[in-house]
């Protein structure tokens, strides 16, 4: 079965500076990979979706990588904001209408 | 406003009773899905529905059941059978390969 793992549960990083996050995965090709943001006691909210023959997606201070060679996406938040804070989701698309999701890393960014 | 609404967003189950999570869309999205969080793990998906009238089992299906008689619903039993139901359930509804729009979600315990 497919395993995705985003890196370190948590990461607190200085305001301004730029956040990385991690999601690899394992034993399957996906045809695209979604990533969410996820507030305390709030459902996920959709952020970027960015296909297996796109390099790289972006939106306002938000970045996507994805790399299928190495089963990877990286996620960079630039010029992090408190407001920034948050737990972020990437998610897997696994065909059928089916997304499977990591476990997610926290970010807090600090004043 | 367009959305997905829960309900209701605490809820309390005694032993041995079964309980109803409602989940409401006014998106006209063809699919419907039910996931459930625990802390430190990824959404983990309990059913999800294609089309009215049908519907599909994810990975953690016993103990839960569903119904999609109307395209705007699509609610939760969580049945006697489930002996761990304590977590927190996510809606959420899409169109065909598009991201998923989720609810704020059921904080269900046990008495």
């Known amino acids: 079965s497919q395993k995705i793992e985003q890196n370190s549960e948590a990461l607190n990083i200085q305001e301004g500076k730029t956040a990385t996050l991690t999601c690899n995965y394992t034993?399957?090709?996906?045809?695209?990979l979604q990533w969410y943001r996820q507030d305390p006691g709030r459902g996920p909210v959709f952020l970027l979706l960015i296909r297996e023959n796109e390099k790289e997606k972006r939106k306002e201070r938000l970045k996507v990588t994805f790399d299928t060679t190495l089963k990877q996406s990286l996620f960079h938040i630039t010029a992090s904001q408190p407001a920034d804070s948050a737990t972020y989701l990437c998610?897997?698309?696994?065909?059928?209408?089916?997304?499977?999701f990591g476990a997610g890393t926290t970010v807090t960014v600090r004043a | 406003d367009g959305g997905i609404t829960q309900s209701p967003k605490y809820l309390f189950r005694k032993e041995g009773q079964n309980v109803t999570l409602s989940c409401e869309q006014n998106?006209?999205?063809?699919?419907m899905y039910w996931y459930r969080q625990d802390p430190g793990q990824g959404l983990r998906l309990i059913y999800y529905?294609?089309?009215?009238?049908?519907?599909q089992k994810g990975d953690i299906a016993e103990g839960y059941s569903v119904s999609r008689e109307k395209k705007e619903s699509f609610p939760l039993t969580v049945t006697s059978a489930q002996k761990n139901p304590t977590a927190f359930y996510l809606c959420a509804s899409s169109p065909r390969d598009q991201p998923q729009h989720f609810g704020d979600g059921t904080r269900l315990s046990i008495l």
């Open positions: 034993n399957y090709s996906p045809a695209y």
């Open positions: 998106l006209n999205h063809d699919a």
């Open positions: 529905s294609q089309i009215v009238n049908d519907f």
């Open positions: 998610a897997l698309d696994m065909n059928d209408y089916k997304l499977s």
